[in-house]
């Protein structure tokens, strides 16, 4: 089965500008997550989605970043406008309800300079 | 609110020798937990899910332990390679619900 997809994988930045990342989850996935992992940590939860709805994004910096799944499938995070702070990487996640674990993307290496 | 803590932050160890790696976490409600492996730049992989009912799991040279009422996962990896080398990251799955990760155990394996 194909992987989650992330695009894209590398983007630089200066601050105050506006940036988006796009996801596609693995086919049949409900749920849809991002993540950001700064250098030296463990991703922490930014959006949770179930089909097109939010379940979680209770640690989502909502006064700059967004996001939105469509139809249940693609799903984008927007960034508008990017701080040093928010240089990171962002990961997108899929999954399903019950027994099985999660599938992660490559994930995208923003710099915010 | 769980908290998953992994040590050591970071191991070296010369090629053969078996990896330990330690994951532990604050509340034992949980669905399951998944290790991860992570190469410099790139996504997560996933290595072994470990239901909340079950002991452990194996795969190849890797074996995950899971002792829910402690609180205690361990990974190990038997006869370690340099492409072995990566960061490990444990996550734990409360209920149906988000993952909670630790910060990870980097690993060099000296050839």
């Known amino acids: 089965e194909a992987g989650v997809a992330q695009s894209p994988r590398y983007k630089i930045i200066e601050k105050r500008q506006s940036v988006a990342f796009w996801c596609n989850p693995i086919?049949?996935?409900?749920?849809l997550y991002w993540y950001q992992q700064i250098l030296g940590q463990g991703p922490k939860l930014l959006i949770q989605?179930?089909?097109?709805?939010?379940?979680?994004d209770s640690q989502l910096p909502k006064d700059r970043f967004s996001a939105e799944r469509l139809k249940g499938v693609d799903s984008t995070l927007k960034i508008q406008p990017a701080k040093l702070e928010d240089s990171a990487v962002y990961l997108c996640?899929?999954?399903?309800?019950?027994?099985?674990?999660?599938?992660f993307g490559s994930g995208t290496r923003l710099t915010v300079v | 609110k769980q908290e998953v803590t992994q040590i050591p932050a970071a191991l070296s160890v010369p090629e053969g020798e078996n990896l330990v790696l330690n994951c532990s976490f604050t509340?034992?409600?949980?669905?399951?937990l998944q290790w991860f492996r992570q190469d410099p730049g790139k996504g997560l992989t996933s290595l072994l899910l470990?239901?909340?009912?079950?002991r452990e799991q194996t795969s190849g040279r890797l074996n995950a332990s899971l002792d829910k009422s402690s609180g205690r996962s361990t990974l190990y990896i038997a006869a370690s390679q340099p492409g072995d080398s990566a960061t490990y990251l444990c996550?734990?799955?409360?209920?149906?619900?988000?993952?909670?990760f630790g910060a990870g155990t980097t690993v060099t394996v000296r050839a």
């Open positions: 509340d034992s409600a949980i669905y399951n």
């Open positions: 086919s049949g996935h409900a749920t």
């Open positions: 996640a899929s999954g399903t309800t019950g027994v099985y674990g999660y599938t």
């Open positions: 989605f179930q089909n097109n709805g939010v379940v979680d």
């Open positions: 996550a734990v799955r409360p209920d149906d619900y988000k993952l909670s």
């Open positions: 470990i239901q909340s009912s079950q």
